[in-house]
């Protein structure tokens, strides 16, 4: 993209199995990422159609700094969620952001469903769709290898991008595998390849791209370089990693244990990041175009054949994985979360859902409200065996429990009860139970997401209930993630990458205009977003807050309902301002 002002965009027809490359929207309007995406699905989503309309567009979009800068190693996916039939965007780091911009394209459109299981292979001058049937079943390590084997060449910048079980079964938080360690986890994006009959995507990024002339570009390529890698911010990452987190939350009656029912607990002692770093890590990894190196990796020892034979595998781990393995569903041993998670990865899905809804399901199984005909596997807190039988019967929707289950938590409440203690916050809840913004932010916020704003932290900073002050940094907040998400930069980079300095680094490639218009693009990319979840049927004034969130009492002391429900409906009403108008009920598109 970078010296022309509009987007080469790669459509692919995966019905007609071809594709065309055409010139899309203004790159000084829109930037990238976010922006892109939601551009895109305005041009080509179909609305008020159901999310498995097979013509419903998958969207991967890179931003204007990929792969000129380090940590510009996001892919924006903008898709119809088969979560909550709207709009939704996630992000994955990997190689596929490079691997795109080696490609020489701004972004991919996938349309349409293949009449056999595929797998898209793009580099820069190839493009086919090749059938693989005898991959649909396969799970996602399987899958890998054998894709790895079949498509091999270009390994530097190739991206593999695979689906599993729960993908191709239609679970409504069925995740997309990137490159063995990233994932487009949460809302669904890989249910939406499964209904497109697409198992795997390759991307070859074969071309090399020109970098700018002259000192500028150079100079300013190493300030940040030495920024990122010398910051204590940033080399907090690289050490314990995000599980860092996981003690001092414990300790602020900020992290969710046994399905919300407690926020601290002493089990944590076998589940915090020092544990898993003493007892667990093997190295530290990272995403291409990335000096920092977050991805924890531990080794995860199983016993097979005989007593004393053993196999290793590898197990990325993270804060919101152990959270969601971990503390909620009362496992308290790091080499057990381990295990946890390598299933859960096995088979495809959002390891937040899966953990949320199985904490769930355990303690309505206590309740007695669905029984072990429902559930099959003896589920109990702690019970390490059964979550891994029931992980299966999930990814694989092999009752009609599951089946609900793996259409959301609140599908299933809503059918069995126990609605009020359904950790769902727009979907499963991330692993904050903070106080009353963070559960309003992630109710309401564009990706129902921890990462939409730092709600979180605005909590654990702040004793006053000032709603004016509250609504403003959501507003606020999201508007500087926007920035960045339309770069597409990792969020982790965000105290470095300021305006300034993105604007500095537009210029230095050759973004003038755009570098000069940022909060402007912002604001744009705010709106443009917001209206896609509206025009999508998202009203964010129906949405409610479980009653077991009213419950919680963090370090600060018992949630207050009353500032909860002032701040969620203040926030809704800026949302539907910020979109330019009221939600559209849903309605059929007219062709
Ligand atoms: S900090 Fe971590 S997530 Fe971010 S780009 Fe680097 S390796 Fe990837």
């Not at 709207?86 to 795109?100: F, I, K, N, P």
Request: aromatic share 8%.
């Amino acid at each position: 993209m970078s010296n022309e002002r509009t987007f080469r965009i790669l459509i692919i027809h995966l019905n007609e199995g071809r594709g065309e490359v055409v010139s899309f929207g203004e790159c000084d309007r829109m930037g990238g990422g976010s922006g892109l995406a939601a551009a895109l699905y305005d041009a080509y989503g179909l609305h008020h159609e159901k999310a498995h309309h097979p013509d419903q567009p998958l969207i991967f979009a890179i931003g204007p700094l990929t792969g000129y800068f380090p940590l510009m190693s996001k892919v924006v996916c903008g898709f119809k969620s088969p979560y909550h039939d709207q709009y939704a965007e996630s992000h994955a780091g990997g190689r596929m952001a490079l691997a795109l911009r080696f490609a020489g394209f701004d972004a991919i459109v996938i349309r349409g469903r293949a009449a056999a299981p595929s797998c898209i292979v793009v580099g820069s001058h190839r493009l086919q769709v090749d059938d693989v049937h005898h991959l649909w079943g396969v799970n996602v390590f399987t899958t890998g290898k054998l894709l790895r084997k079949m498509y091999s060449g270009h390994s530097g910048h190739r991206s593999i991008l695979r689906i599993g079980p729960a993908g191709e079964n239609g679970i409504a938080f069925g995740s997309i595998n990137v490159d063995t360690c990233r994932h487009f986890g949460r809302l669904g994006a890989g249910s939406v390849m499964g209904g497109k009959n697409l198992k795997a995507i390759v991307l070859q990024g074969d071309e090399t791209i020109a970098l700018p002339e002259g000192k500028t570009y150079a100079k300013l390529f190493r300030a940040i370089y030495e920024d990122v890698t010398s910051t204590p911010q940033m080399r907090k990452y690289h050490d314990l990693g995000t599980p860092e987190n996981l003690l001092p939350l414990n300790e602020r009656k900020s992290l969710p244990w046994r399905n919300l029912q407690q926020t601290s607990d002493p089990g944590i002692e076998g589940i915090s990041g020092e544990r898993f770093a003493e007892e667990l890590l093997l190295r530290q990894t990272a995403c291409a175009g990335c000096p920092v190196g977050c991805i924890h990796m531990g080794m995860l020892r199983e016993r097979f054949g005989d007593e004393h034979e053993y196999q290793y595998r590898q197990v990325s781990y993270d804060y919101e994985p152990i959270f969601a393995m971990g503390s909620m569903l009362g496992v308290t041993r790091a080499g057990e979360v381990l295990a946890l998670l390598d299933e859960v990865e096995r088979v495809g899905m959002d390891v937040m859902s899966t953990g949320v809804s199985l904490a769930w399901a355990t303690e309505a199984l206590e309740k007695g409200i669905i029984g072990p005909d429902e559930t099959l596997a003896s589920l109990a807190f702690g019970k390490t065996a059964a979550y891994i039988e029931a992980i299966h019967h999930l990814g694989g929707a092999c009752n009609d429990f599951y089946r609900l289950l793996g259409q959301g938590t609140l599908v299933a409440a809503k059918h069995y009860g126990g609605e009020d203690y359904a950790c769902v916050l727009g979907q499963e809840m991330a692993g904050y139970a903070t106080g009353e913004v963070f559960f309003v932010a992630q109710s309401l916020g564009f990706r129902h997401s921890h990462l939409d704003t730092g709600g979180y932290s605005y909590d654990l900073k702040h004793d006053d209930k000032d709603l004016e002050k509250a609504v403003r940094f959501l507003i606020e907040d999201e508007r500087d993630r926007c920035l960045l998400n339309s770069m597409v930069s990792c969020l982790f980079a965000r105290g470095v990458y300021k305006t300034e300095l993105l604007a500095e680094a537009l210029a230095s490639i050759g973004y003038k205009k755009l570098a000069g218009d940022l909060e402007g693009l912002a604001a744009r990319v705010q709106e443009a977003r917001w209206q896609q979840r509206l025009k999508t049927g998202f009203d964010p004034s129906a949405i409610k807050i479980p009653k077991r969130f009213k419950e919680v009492v963090t370090s600060k002391g018992s949630i207050d309902a009353a500032y909860l429900n002032a701040l969620r409906e203040a926030y809704a009403k800026e949302i539907v301002a910020l979109a330019g108008g009221v939600p559209t009920p849903a309605k059929a598109d007219v062709s």
